[in-house]
């Protein structure tokens, strides 16, 4: 079988990889995605064509991933509200002129998939993916099988409403988890004192009492919507990435904690909470595993 090439379209820059059939990582690459609004084909869409022509593997399968709500038969992006300009409807079979259909899924799904085939996952028939970024993303496996939901967007845990709150997310739910864990909500959570997560955490371990308690606070916010999460889907593991996991021991210890006082573990069972092992690839592993099922 030749190639398995995936393509992970980020806001900031497109990554690609390509694989062996038995999920070899062989090479990879890296370009600005430029997102800005256009007529025609995409910015981002043409950087993709010249990176593909660059690699000039014509028989090899060709996954893409992207933010957004794929649409049903797969070949685009439905749905993406205010950024990634001409993404929707954009059917990537056509636009890479491919005699095999190439696969186009959510990049948190396709993250998710990445984990399954050679990652924090395998092995697994029940998981749950979060990315903990600029917002809060998500994914769900459900006895091997990945839920895309009626229209495309299970799997969207960061919009789960865990607090009696106004503040909304960008999907108008009150109360989100991805209000209370994101990086773009840090600085209206702080009154300005801080602008990234980061900040927050470096602030937090040194001893500020305000920053610890409004990190611990929002680790709290992550572990009720983890035990919701479990009592509903029951999975073997749950994954945490994204840029926010990068705080190791700070996130990963409290979260812990708060799991052990609220996590329901029936006959001692206890669900693994364990960091993503694939860091910025798995959307492009998890696109290049999909183009492989096509």
């Given at each position: 079988?030749?190639?398995?090439?995936?393509?992970?379209?980020?806001g900031?820059h497109?990554?690609?990889?390509?694989?062996?059939?038995?999920?070899e990582?062989l090479?990879?690459?890296?370009?600005?995605?430029?997102?800005?609004?256009?007529?025609?084909?995409?910015?981002?869409?043409?950087t993709?064509?010249?990176?593909?022509r660059?690699?000039?593997?014509?028989?090899g399968r060709?996954g893409?991933?992207a933010?957004?709500?794929?649409?049903?038969?797969?070949?685009?992006?439905?749905?993406?509200?205010?950024?990634?300009?001409?993404?929707?409807?954009?059917?990537?079979?056509?636009?890479?002129?491919?005699?095999?259909?190439?696969p186009?899924?959510n990049?948190?799904?396709?993250?998710?998939?990445?984990?399954?085939?050679?990652?924090?996952a395998v092995?697994?028939?029940?998981?749950?993916?979060?990315?903990?970024?600029?917002?809060?993303?998500?994914?769900?496996?459900?006895d091997?099988?990945?839920?895309?939901?009626?229209?495309?967007?299970?799997?969207?845990?960061?919009?789960v409403?865990?607090?009696?709150?106004d503040?909304?997310?960008?999907?108008?739910?009150?109360?989100?988890?991805e209000?209370t864990?994101?990086?773009y909500?840090v600085?209206?959570?702080?009154?300005?004192?801080?602008?990234?997560?980061r900040?927050?955490?470096e602030?937090h371990?040194s001893?500020?009492?305000?920053?610890s308690?409004?990190?611990?606070?929002?680790?709290?916010?992550?572990?009720?919507?983890?035990?919701?999460?479990?009592?509903?889907?029951?999975?073997?593991?749950?994954i945490?990435?994204?840029?926010?996991?990068?705080?190791?021991?700070?996130?990963f210890?409290p979260?812990?904690?708060?799991?052990?006082d609220?996590?329901?573990?029936?006959?001692?069972?206890?669900?693994?909470?364990?960091?993503?092992?694939?860091?910025?690839?798995a959307?492009?592993?998890?696109?290049?595993?999909s183009?492989?099922?096509?």
């Amino acid at each position: 079988m030749k190639e398995l090439i995936g393509v992970d379209i980020g806001g900031t820059h497109i990554k690609m990889a390509a694989f062996s059939s038995d999920g070899e990582m062989l090479a990879t690459w890296h370009r600005e995605t430029g997102d800005k609004p256009t007529e025609g084909v995409p910015a981002f869409a043409e950087t993709v064509r010249q990176m593909l022509r660059e690699v000039a593997a014509p028989d090899g399968r060709i996954g893409i991933a992207a933010p957004g709500v794929a649409a049903k038969d797969g070949r685009a992006i439905a749905f993406q509200a205010g950024k990634m300009h001409g993404i929707e409807g954009l059917d990537w079979t056509e636009l890479l002129k491919r005699q095999h259909v190439v696969p186009v899924l959510n990049d948190a799904h396709a993250a998710l998939l990445g984990e399954l085939w050679r990652g924090a996952a395998v092995g697994a028939r029940d998981a749950i993916l979060l990315t903990l970024g600029t917002g809060v993303g998500g994914a769900i496996l459900s006895d091997g099988r990945l839920l895309t939901g009626a229209t495309g967007r299970a799997g969207h845990l960061g919009h789960v409403s865990i607090a009696d709150s106004d503040d909304r997310s960008i999907f108008n739910t009150p109360g989100s988890l991805e209000w209370t864990m994101g990086n773009y909500s840090v600085g209206q959570r702080s009154g300005g004192r801080f602008s990234t997560a980061r900040e927050l955490v470096e602030a937090h371990l040194s001893g500020d009492t305000a920053a610890s308690e409004l990190w611990l606070n929002s680790v709290r916010s992550l572990a009720r919507a983890i035990t919701s999460f479990i009592n509903i889907l029951d999975p073997e593991v749950v994954i945490i990435g994204g840029g926010i996991a990068k705080a190791g021991a700070a996130l990963f210890d409290p979260l812990a904690r708060y799991l052990d006082d609220m996590e329901w573990r029936p006959g001692g069972h206890g669900v693994r909470i364990v960091p993503a092992a694939l860091g910025e690839w798995a959307g492009a592993s998890g696109a290049a595993w999909s183009a492989q099922q096509s």
